[in-house]
């Protein structure tokens, strides 16, 4: 069974740029979260999207947006980025009503 | 707002050795933790996870605990293996406010041969 897959696993931007990043759910998974990790903050939860609508919302600005498509595939973009946004960005899905989470590998973005 | 601390932040053990790692949350009102293993420059490997209902449990040479009431959390680990080396994370869910989930800031493990 294929696990959760992040694309691209690495990412090179400059300030005022936009990225967007793309999630891959294990199959039959239908939740969806993104999450930030940098060393000085450690790991914060940006949201979590479930049947194509977002759920939760951690303390981000609004230039962290996110969708759910119907496949449950999930992208998160980031619009003017900042050199603050350089950081791992991680995905994890879960088959609702389960609580475990199961991580990808994390898309990597510097931001010059 | 839910806080949550992980003591120590690095740990240094000899192969064989079995430790503890502790966490701690200040909000009382979660639905469940979670610990995590991570790899340098990996995602996240899920261990355990303890519905809030639940005081613990186990996995081959892990087990975590959970006291609800004292804000507190552990993952012991028998007979450790240099394999164990990573950095271990533990989140919590709150059950309210969104549902939100918490990370800690880790503890680096170091197993040596």
């Known amino acids: 069974k294929a696990g959760v897959t992040q694309t691209p696993r690495y990412l090179i931007k400059t300030r005022g740029q936009q990225v967007t990043l793309s999630c891959s759910p294990i199959?039959?998974?239908?939740?969806v979260s993104w999450y930030q990790q940098t060393p000085g903050q450690g790991l914060q939860f940006l949201f979590e999207?479930?049947?194509?609508?977002?759920?939760n919302k951690g303390n981000f600005p609004g230039r962290f947006s996110g969708r759910q498509f119907s496949n449950s595939r999930s992208e998160m973009n980031v619009s003017t980025l900042e050199l603050g946004d350089s950081a791992l960005y991680l995905c994890?899905?879960?088959?609702?009503?389960?609580?475990?989470?199961?991580f990808g590998p994390g898309t990597r973005l510097l931001v010059l | 707002k839910q806080e949550v601390t992980q003591i120590p932040a690095a740990l240094s053990v000899p192969e064989g050795e079995n430790l503890v790692l502790n966490c701690s949350f200040t909000?009382?009102?979660?639905?469940?933790l979670q610990w995590f293993r991570q790899d340098p420059g990996k995602g996240l490997t899920s261990l355990l996870l303890?519905?809030?209902?639940?005081r613990e449990q186990t996995s081959g040479r892990l087990n975590a605990s959970l006291d609800k009431s004292s804000g507190r959390s552990t993952l012991y680990i028998a007979a450790s293996q240099p394999g164990d080396s990573a950095t271990y994370l533990c989140?919590?869910?709150?059950?309210?406010?969104?549902?939100?989930?918490?990370f800690g800031a880790g503890t680096r493990l170091f197993v040596k041969a």
């Open positions: 303890i519905q809030s209902s639940q």
């Open positions: 909000d009382s009102a979660i639905y469940n």
């Open positions: 999207y479930f049947s194509e609508t977002q759920r």
């Open positions: 199959s039959g998974h239908r939740s």
């Open positions: 994890a899905s879960r088959r609702v009503p389960q609580e475990t989470q199961y």
């Open positions: 989140a919590v869910r709150g059950d309210t406010g969104g549902f939100k989930t918490i």
